[in-house]
């Protein structure tokens, strides 16, 4: 038996829970049709700076690819990232971003010479290039586990926390990525989310960039995988964007939405939250007009919101939600027929099951 109605975090209980759910492989590219859009959050994607007058670390770079010739070298460019000359700085953060990039050797290599904290104080930068690069550079250590620990107990979150709120478009959206990968224990969820994270992600779902918004999604699911996150999530607004890309199918964002939602919708708060925003209308919409995914997620949140609440049962009856569900219920997978039977029998008898309790099982 697996619990699917309740929290979700025994299903996505790591980063690479949560893509594989998706039909995502972290470590490239592999995806579905309903899933493409989502941000893999595996390397970095930066564009490439301009070398500047100093230019000798970034040709270095080049000729190097992402083999290093020896340990010097990286203990050299980690010494150049605590240099006085900004120049200096930016070009060795460049050239450690791209050793780290793809190759796991170096990202071991580059922490044990020292260059994490280094990487933290320029993530804090008020130089806004050699900020993003900095979060960069820890973005790709980050992909390293054996780093995790490291990069965290350098104060990576909270310079992470920061470039959320003052960062480049870029700087945000590599940041958003970093705290995914970092974030592989519920203590260090809570840890990330005491520090302030979720109401800058919460900023960059709603007005970022496309990538922006994906990678505040999957950042966002799994902090809200502990309670405590999703509590700050309602409280930082987060259901009004939610709600708005579920209800936009150009803006490729309904199966991130709505998966963050169905997370959320274990809390109390969060489902008077979504009933407020207006949720139910549209998740009845993507119950009629979305894809399989889609319809399952949705048939899921709308459990959530009916299995203790005659209230909402009137009301997603009300949306005609019924027709769509008949319809679930013949056509989807066991899981999403087993939700739809359930809710079906909800909005036909309002006021029977539930009795308060959050415990829905649903049989493999």
């Known amino acids: 038996m697996t619990t699917v109605d309740g929290d979700s975090s025994g299903l996505f209980n790591s980063p690479s829970a949560i893509f594989s759910y998706l039909g995502r492989n972290l470590d490239g590219l592999r995806a579905d049709s309903t899933t ?10 930066s564009g490439e700076f301009a070398p500047g007058s100093g230019g000798r670390g970034l040709l270095a770079a080049a000729c190097m690819g992402d083999r290093p010739d020896d340990d010097e070298t990286i203990a050299q460019l980690v010494s150049d990232l605590e240099s006085e000359s900004l120049e200096t700085q930016r070009s060795a953060a460049m050239e450690i ?46 992909l390293c586990d054996e780093n995790k620990e490291r990069i965290l107990s350098a104060g990576a979150d909270r310079a992470l926390i920061r470039t959320l709120r003052t960062g480049t478009g870029t700087a945000k959206e590599n940041a958003a990525c970093a705290i995914l990968r970092l974030s592989h224990k519920d203590e260090i969820k809570e840890r990330i989310g005491r520090a302030g994270a979720v109401p800058p992600l919460v900023r960059l779902l709603e007005s970022g960039s496309l990538r922006g918004k994906k990678d505040a999604a999957v950042a966002l699911f799994a902090l809200t995988t502990v309670k405590e ?14 709600v708005d890309l579920m209800a936009e199918p150009e803006s490729g964002m309904v199966d991130k939405a709505a998966l963050v939602t169905l997370n959320l919708a274990t809390a109390p708060e969060a489902r008077a939250s979504l009933v407020e925003e207006g949720g139910i209308p549209v998740l ?33 009856a009300r949306e005609g939600a019924i027709p769509p569900l008949v319809a679930l219920s013949q056509t989807g997978t066991p899981r999403a027929r087993q939700k739809a039977e359930t809710l079906i029998r909800y909005l036909r008898q309002p006021r029977s099951g539930g009795n308060g309790a959050r415990t829905t099982e649903i049989s493999d």
């Open 284 to 316: 009845v919409e993507v119950l009629e007009d979305g894809n399989h995914r889609q319809k399952e997620f949705a048939a899921g949140i709308l459990l959530e919101l009916c299995e203790d609440s005659t209230r909402n049962r009137g009301l997603v």
């Open 229 to 242: 996150n999703k509590v700050r999530a309602v409280e930082a607004g987060v259901m009004r964007p939610l």
């Open 97 to 142: 971003r791209l050793l780290a990039k793809n190759n796991m050797e170096n990202r071991v290599r580059i922490a044990d010479a020292g260059g994490i904290e280094p990487l933290v104080a320029l993530a804090q930068s008020s130089e806004l290039q050699i900020q993003e690069l900095g979060v960069t550079a820890l973005l790709n250590l980050s």
């Open 36 to 45: 493409s859009a989502f941000s893999d959050c595996a390397s970095d994607r």
